[in-house]
């Protein structure tokens, strides 16, 4: 497997996550369980399906 934690893309992807974690505290209560999470949910896929991609490639 590649070691995809050393790629450039999946180190801006985990920063990506601290940011809409930081930008989203901001947001109001009632858009807790709507566009919040999927913010978060859809920011933490990317890091997510680079790892799954970069297992895939070696096999």
């Not at 809409?20 to 209560?29: E, G, H, S």
Request: proline share 3%; glycine share 4%.
């Amino acid at each position: 497997m590649h070691n995809f934690k050393k790629m450039d893309i999946w180190i801006k992807s985990m920063d990506l996550i601290s940011e809409i974690y930081k930008l989203t505290k901001t947001f109001p209560t009632h858009e807790r369980f709507g566009l919040v999470t999927q913010m978060q949910r859809s920011a933490v896929s990317i890091p997510t399906n680079i790892a799954e991609g970069s297992a895939k490639s070696c096999n």
